[in-house]
């Protein structure tokens, strides 16, 4: 299976990213945020939201590939809310992003799930969205 994404940059990290950017490529940046984890601490649920195209976003991205520490500056969690475009779609897998399976998703599909903060609820959500379930 390919890797979604280019690069995975963390805001917060805790056995895996919690918050942060996932870069499919220099123009397509997702912010991404945990919705749920397994209770073995082995799989999350992620939404995605993704980022409008601009300088900022792209000196952001540039910099931290430079830097190479899988780390952002906080002060760029602000920066970008007002680039933030609503949810497109959730992800359920391994709580690095490196194997994980999408599903469109919309801001009150995620709300449902942070209700529960089930990662199985989402599991089954993805595979219903991706008709297998």
Known sequence: MEKPFEHVFAWDFYDGPESGLAVRNEREVLAFKVLAE???????AYSFRPVVDCVLI????????????????????????PYLQPVTMISVGNSWLTDAEFAPATQSDVE???ETGSC??????VARQNGAG
């Open 38 to 44: 397994s209770d073995d601490g082995m799989n999350r």
């Open 58 to 81: 792209r000196s952001i991205v540039r910099t931290a590939c430079a830097e190479s520490t899988g780390f952002l500056p906080t002060e760029t969690e602000d920066a970008i809310l």
């Open 112 to 114: 449902a799930m942070q």
């Open 120 to 125: 199985e609820r989402a599991y089954a959500f």
